[in-house]
C-alpha cells in the first residue's frame, strides 16, 4: 500500500469524525465579532496538551493543567477578548465557572473541558456575558470555521487545515487550528492551537507525539523565546477511526502528519504577524548541537534588525553573523557559510561579492529565507518569524487605550 | 573637607589635564562627516578596556583586546562608516595598520595605541584614506568634541561629559564621550565609549572600577542582551593630577563619580536609540537576587511589546507582567507589586483600578519608568531603554541599499 497524507480541501479542526464545534459573539471586548467557542468530542477522547512555561499562568492555564493531567478531555471552552491572566483567586473561580457551563451544555464532567482565553491580561472575565454566550453557541459538524474565527485576536485571518493519512495502520484524519502571535506572543498574541484526531492510537504515545510535534513547530517561532501567560496547544482523539491502534512503534506517519499540520499552523502564525509582510525561515546546519542550532535560529528570526532588513529588502547579512557571534552558540568564524534566499554572501568567515540590487529583488518574495552552516557540527534546526513593519508598531503602540 | 562631584560645563573627553584629540572627514563611507579621529594622552598613561562578549569580533577588538594587556595604551585611534567585522586575515592587517600610523604620527610604540571601529559589517577597510586622514589630523585641547562627532554613526547628537572630583585624595577629572546603539547594537549601532581622567590612580583598580562601572550602565542598557562584533569601552588615565595615588581601599569617590559618567552616557545612549523619543528607565527591586534583577530589568527594556506601549504612551502593564513570567527569575505572583510612571497598578499580583487617560497623560515624558517589586529578596538593578517608533523601523529597513 502507498502511504500518503493527503490536504482536505477547507479542512478544519472538526474534519476529523466526531467533532463539532461552534462559537457565537459574546461582546466579551468587542461587539460584532465572534469571540467564544466550543470545540467538543461526541465520544469520549484521549487528550493531551502542551502550555506556557511562563512562571506567570493564567487561571485558565491553571485549570487547564489540572484537568489534563487524566488524558481524558472531550471539550475545549475559548475565548478571545479577555486573557483572565493576574485576576487571582476570581480568575480561578471564573475559569473554573466556564468548564462547568460547558460541562453542562454537553453533558459532560467539568474536568473533561480544557478552558483557554486570550486577550488582554488584568481584566476580570464578564461572567455574565460567558454564561449567556456558552448557551447560545450552535454545535455544527463544520463548526471549526467559526471557531477558528473565534479565537482571532490581532489575527488578519483564521489559520485551519486538516489531513487524511492513509497508511498501514489505515486511514484518520487530523485537523487543527491556531491562532498568533503578533511578532512576539504578547498579551493579545497568546498562541493557543487545538488539534483532533479520529486515530485510534496510544495515550503515551498521543503525549508524546504532540510534544514532539510542537518542539518542531510552534516553539520554533521567532519572537525572542517569548511566550505569553495563556499558551496552550491540545490535541483530542477520539478512535472513531478503524485504523489499527497507533503506538511508539508503528506511529511514524502519525508523527510525520502532526508535525506537518503543526509547522503549517506554526507557519501561516508567523505570516500573519502582527503588520508583517513576509514570512522569514531560519535554517541552522552542522551546529555543534541541536539544541544550539534550535537556540541561534530563534534567536535569528527573533532579531528586530534582521527582521527590519527583510522587511526592507535589505541584503544586510552582517545583522545576521552579529547575532550569531552573542548566540553563546560554539563557532569558527572561519568555517562559516551564509546565505540569502539561497546565494552565498558568506564562505569561509570571509564575505563573497553578491549584486546588491539583485539579491534585493529576490527577497521580495513572500518568504525569505536565511540558511546558515556551521559546520562544526551535526545540528540542525528551522524557526519561522516574520519581517518587522512600521505597522507592528502602530498596532503596538495603542492597544489598551 | 567636603567631597563632591562636579559636572564640567561642556566638558568631555579631553577635560582631564593632558589629553588631546582630533578628527578629520575621511569619506570612509559618506562625505561630509567626520569620521576618523585620535584621542591622545601626552603623558604615558595606565590603561584599562572591557570589550564585547561576541564570539565573533572585529579585526580591531581582537588587536585592542591585546594590546590592553600589557595596561599601558595612551592613544586611540577610532572610525566611523566601516566596522572592520568579518573581514578575515585582511582585517587584522588593516587594524594593525591604523595602530601603526596613529603610532607613527604620535611618536610612540604602535602596542600603545587602542583601534577601534563601527559601522558596516563585511566591508573592508579604505586603508588608503585612513592612512591619509590620519595624517591630517590635528590634535587639541577641546578636541574632544570633534571626536564626539566622528564616532557618531545613527547618533542624532554627540555624547559627552566630564566630571571635577574634589575628594579627600585630592582633586582630579574624569571625562568620557560615547556613541549608540540603536534600539538594538546592531552592525551600525556598535557601543563604543572612550573615558580618561587625570587621576593619579592603581593599575589593577583602575580595571575594576572600569569594569563596575560598565556593568551597572552600558551593560543594562536595553536590547535583548545584545552586543555586537565591535563594542568596546576604554579607559586612560595619565596622573596628570596631584591626587594622592587612589586604590581599592580609599576608591570610593573615584568608583562612583565614574558610575555616574558611565550611567550619563548610557542614558544618553538609551534616549537616542534609533527613532527613540523617550528614555525608559526600568527599576527592579527585591529580586531573589542582583543577578536574576539585572535579567529582568534588561529583558522588560528589550520587550518590544513594552517598548510599543510605551511609544504610544499606553499604560498595559499586563506586557511588562507577561515578560517577567517568561524571564526564568523566581518570583510569586501573589506578592508582586508594579508601579509604572509612579502610580501602582498592581498589587499583591492583582490589578489596581487606575484613570487610564490620566496615566497615559502622565506617560507623555521624556522618561517613563516601570517598576517591578518582587518582594521576595535583596537584589535590585535598574536597566535603560528607548521607546520603538515607526522611524526605528524606516531606519533599519534600509540601511546598506
Known amino acids: 500500500m502507498k502511504e500518503k497524507i493527503e490536504d482536505i480541501k477547507q479542512g478544519t479542526v472538526t474534519s476529523p469524525q466526531g467533532f463539532l464545534a461552534g462559537a457565537v459573539e459574546a461582546a466579551i471586548k468587542y461587539k460584532g465579532r465572534l469571540d467564544l467557542g466550543l470545540l467538543y468530542s461526541e465520544a469520549p477522547a484521549l487528550s493531551a496538551a502542551v502550555f506556557t512555561r511562563s512562571k506567570i499562568k493564567a ?3 491553571i485549570l487547564s493543567m489540572k484537568n489534563n493531567e487524566k488524558g481524558r478531555a472531550r471539550a475545549v471552552v475559548v475565548n478571545s477578548g479577555c486573557a483572565n491572566a493576574c485576576t487571582g483567586d476570581r480568575g480561578l473561580r471564573d475559569a473554573a465557572e466556564m468548564s462547568a457551563l460547558a460541562a453542562k451544555k454537553l453533558g459532560i464532567r467539568a474536568d473533561q473541558v480544557m478552558v483557554a482565553s486570550t486577550g488582554v491580561i488584568g481584566n476580570v472575565m464578564p461572567m455574565d456575558r460567558i454564561q449567556k454566550g456558552i448557551g447560545k453557541i450552535e454545535l455544527l459538524k463544520d463548526g471549526g470555521h467559526k471557531l477558528a474565527r473565534a479565537i482571532m485576536t490581532t489575527d488578519t485571518r483564521p489559520k485551519e487545515i486538516a489531513v487524511r493519512v492513509m497508511e498501514q495502520n489505515g486511514h484518520y484524519t487530523i485537523g487543527g487550528i491556531a491562532k498568533g502571535a503578533g511578532m512576539i506572543h504578547p ?23 504532540l510534544k514532539a510535534a510542537v ?3 510552534f516553539n520554533m517561532l521567532t519572537i525572542d523565546g517569548d511566550t505569553s501567560t495563556n499558551d496552550m496547544v491540545s490535541i483530542m482523539a477520539n ?13 511514524r506517519m502519525f508523527r510525520e502528519a502532526l508535525r506537518s499540520i503543526c509547522r503549517y499552523l506554526a507557519c501561516c502564525i508567523a505570516a500573519d504577524g502582527e503588520g ?16 544550539q542550532a534550535r537556540k541561534v535560529a530563534r534567536l535569528i528570526a527573533a532579531s528586530a534588525l534582521v527582521k527590519s532588513a527583510v522587511h526592507g529588502n535589505d541584503p544586510n547579512w552582517g545583522r545576521v553573523v552579529a547575532v550569531l557571534g552573542r548566540s553563546g552558540a560554539d563557532m569558527d568564524e572561519k568555517v ?3 546565505y540569502l534566499q539561497g546565494e552565498q554572501v558568506m564562505r569561509a568567515g570571509s564575505p563573497l561579492p553578491f549584486e546588491k540590487n539583485k539579491l534585493s529583488r529576490r527577497m ?7 540558511r546558515v552552516c556551521l559546520n562544526i557540527g551535526a545540528g540542525s534546526a528551522v524557526a519561522w518569524g516574520c519581517d518587522l513593519s512600521q505597522e507592528y508598531v502602530t498596532i503596538n503602540s495603542d492597544y489598551t487605550t
Open 187 to 209: 498579551d493579545m498574541a497568546t498562541l493557543l492551537s487545538f488539534l483532533t484526531t479520529d486515530a485510534r492510537i496510544n495515550r503515551e504515545f498521543l503525549a508524546k507525539a
Open 276 to 291: 508583517a509582510t513576509r514570512l522569514i525561515e531560519v535554517c541552522i546546519e552542522s551546529a555543534k548541537s541541536k539544541s
Open 215 to 217: 518542539e518542531d513547530s
Open 364 to 370: 521580495k518574495a513572500d518568504q525569505v529565507t536565511i
Open 59 to 61: 487561571a485558565p492555564i
Open 336 to 338: 562559516l557559510d551564509v
Open 239 to 251: 478512535g472513531q477511526a478503524d485504523n489499527d491502534l497507533i503506538t511508539a512503534e508503528n506511529g
